[in-house]
């Protein structure tokens, strides 16, 4: 029987993952929608941690199912590279910055209500640190680019893999939004959820131009779906119901950053200086890091 199992798995490693990911996750959020209120705060808390950490389970289970313990070391040695071009860390920190600031602007030129942000300084960086770990951002990133988007960039372009994994990425969080936990309750309509999904695709294009072009830094992923998160929960902190606006101003400018992106980097590696990451079989590209090379595979 475990025999049986693991031959599915190998031999189609993405759909058992995407289907273990859905099903695991949605049966952990199940409560959250279909018992409402009586759920107390502090189950809630616990239930969308767990969660939250499920495609990155399943990826590092998986991995160690069938590969082995090399390809788990692999698989988790892409969290410590951390001697990147410091370039990328001004893009990972002040990207979503240069966003608001677009919102900020355009916000204004239309009337919209003032914005600030929605909790002192201090809690906004424990907010951070804790949506990176135990949060969604790496409890997400070792399964959607640690594990699917290599796979899926050996058979198509990183542009098509990026745009693919989207949509999949984006549905996986509808269990959060019919239980109002994704942006909070004034957004629980269809299509401010579109929305959300529309900019799965521009935020999954920009993580795999990242990812690629850092040599396959999930440490750099994190910190951007971080960062990336960060101002949407500080607006909707501080505005509540009239956060509309503004957050649908920030999905569209993460749409014409992605298109930005596409245009400057292409879409076939979504890289300018390296390959896109591919699973085992191809070259890969040495780390961004000025100074290092990585040895090339025989």
Known sequence: ?????????????????????????????????LLGDSVTATQSLVLVILASNVPSVVAIVLTALVLGRGALRKLLGRLLPWRVNPLWY?????????????????NALMGGP????????????????FSIFPGRAQGEEIGWRGYALPRLQTRMSALSASLLIAP???LWHLPLWLAGWLQGQPFRTPALYAAFVTSA??????????????GGSLLM???????ANLPITLA??????????????????EIVAAIGVVIWAGPKHLSRKHRKQEEQGTAE???AAPGVVKPTPA
Do not use: C, Q
């Open 1 to 33: 029987m475990m025999s049986r199992l693991l031959s599915v798995v190998k031999g189609h490693p993405l759909i058992t993952f995407f289907v273990l990911a859905y099903a695991l996750t949605w049966s952990l959020e199940s409560p959250l929608v």
């Open 90 to 106: 001004l893009l990972v920190f002040l990207g979503p910055v240069v966003l608001v600031g677009g919102v900020v602007g355009v």
């Open 114 to 129: 003032a914005l600030s942000l929605g909790m002192p300084l201090l809690s906004a960086a424990i907010f951070f640190a």
């Open 168 to 170: 999949i990425w984006g």
């Open 201 to 214: 695709f521009a935020l999954s294009v920009i993580t795999t131009w990242v990812y690629n072009s850092t």
């Open 221 to 227: 992923v994190a910190l951007l779906h971080a960062t």
């Open 236 to 253: 909707i902190d501080g505005l509540g119901g009239r956060a509309v606006v503004p957050v649908l101003l920030y999905f569209g400018l």
């Open 285 to 287: 590209p040495a780390v």
